[in-house]
């Protein structure tokens, strides 16, 4: 059974709530998918350090090699006992976090700001850019996106960024691909772009969402999740390999991961905590009410599921 943990900090929030994005508002429970809660796992609250400061997005490489970033140069570390302070050299604000290995970790955010973790020390990299950065992701050390801000598309070769794609006025908000040759990236207006190692298209999921974030399991296995721009309800997007359907929620929902087909996790906003087990979506009672902003889990059946969002008690 996975133990299931939230770590909990005064939190701004993952992109969609940056500035020039839309501001959430708190919202009900999730109803469209199964809200049968019973014998759940509970969640753990943790304590961080330096609990003021904002925490935007968690990853990780193990359940002993964690890592959780977000507002005024925060990053933090886990170490399977402890979270630490890591010196991240500055104030920016950090707003995704992705690595290839426990000593290959870059972190993106405000300013074109892009840090590269060797394992001993956090350093700046030359992005090129001053826009404000959202997602990050990587086939491989030297394969590594970053999206962001009118629509950038930064490209990492392991030697240097370089910008391969301007969107105009549109926000990318999350990366992920299966491979250097099926890579998705979504964003608001219901941007759904796919690269296919020669070329960006734009696939036709149809609809104006805001869509936050995109991960999959395979070619054939991709999830995306956001808010819907009619009403204030959430919606998960489903890419089959073929075409994409919808399911919509209550709450709109910021950030989905898994570790397979079969055990995946959303969260968002109003304490929003959803599991898919490869057919259902089913609601899980996390006991809080506040806005989660990232979900990370380890492999394994036993391996823990970390969440971050913003600072609230839990339910009496």
């Known amino acids: 059974?996975?133990?299931?943990?939230?770590?909990?900090?005064?939190?701004?929030?993952?992109?969609?709530?940056?500035t020039g994005c839309t501001t959430p508002t708190k919202l009900q429970s999730p109803t469209s998918p199964s809200e049968s809660t019973a014998g759940s796992p509970g969640w753990i609250l943790v304590n961080p350090p330096n609990p003021n400061n904002d925490l935007s997005a968690i990853w990780g490489t193990?359940?002993?090699?964690?890592?959780?970033?977000?507002?005024?140069?925060?990053?933090?570390?886990?170490?399977?006992?402890?979270?630490?302070?890591?010196s991240s050299g500055g104030t920016n604000w950090f707003y995704a976090v992705w690595g290839s290995?426990?000593?290959?970790?870059?972190?993106?955010?405000?300013?074109?700001?892009?840090?590269?973790?060797?394992?001993?020390?956090?350093?700046?990299?030359?992005?090129?850019?001053?826009?404000?950065?959202c997602g990050v992701w990587g086939s491989s050390s030297s394969d590594v996106f970053a999206v962001g801000k009118d629509g950038i598309?930064?490209?990492?070769?392991?030697?240097?960024?370089?910008?391969?794609?301007?969107?105009?006025?549109?926000?990318?908000?999350?990366?992920?691909?299966?491979?250097?040759?099926?890579?998705?990236?979504?964003?608001n207006n219901g941007i759904i772009l796919h690269y296919d190692g020669k070329q960006w298209t734009n696939m036709p999921a149809g609809g104006t969402d805001l869509l936050y974030a995109v991960w999959g399991s395979s070619a054939s296995n991709v999830f995306v999740v956001?808010?819907?721009?009619?009403?204030?309800?959430?919606i998960i997007m489903h890419?089959?390999?073929?075409?994409?359907?919808?399911?919509?929620?209550?709450?709109?929902?910021?950030c989905v991961y898994g570790n397979t087909a079969s055990d995946i996790f959303s969260v968002g906003f109003g304490g929003t905590i959803l599991h898919y087990d490869g057919g259902t979506?089913?609601?899980m009672a996390g006991g809080m009410t506040n806005d989660l902003s990232g979900v990370w889990e380890g492999e394994g059946s036993s391996s823990p599921v970390f969440v971050v969002g913003t600072e609230v008690a839990p339910l009496q």
């Not at 990492?156 to 250097?180: M, P, R």
């Open 226 to 234: 956001g808010e819907e721009s009619v009403g204030n309800g959430g």
């Open 62 to 86: 193990s359940s002993s090699d964690v890592f959780a970033v977000g507002g005024l140069g925060t990053i933090l570390h886990y170490n399977g006992k402890t979270w630490s302070n890591m």
């Open 153 to 187: 598309i930064l490209h990492y070769n392991g030697k240097a960024w370089s910008n391969i794609y301007s969107g105009g006025n549109n926000w990318f908000y999350g990366v992920w691909g299966s491979s250097s040759s099926d890579v998705f990236i979504v964003g």
């Open 281 to 283: 979506w089913t609601t």
């Open 101 to 133: 290995s426990s000593s290959d970790v870059f972190v993106v955010g405000t300013d074109g700001t892009i840090l590269h973790y060797n394992g001993q020390e956090w350093s700046n990299m030359t992005s090129g850019s001053s826009d404000l950065l």
């Open 239 to 254: 890419y089959d390999g073929k075409a994409w359907t919808n399911t919509s929620t209550a709450n709109a929902l910021e």
């Open 1 to 18: 059974m996975k133990k299931l943990l939230v770590l909990f900090v005064m939190l701004i929030g993952c992109t969609p709530m940056i």
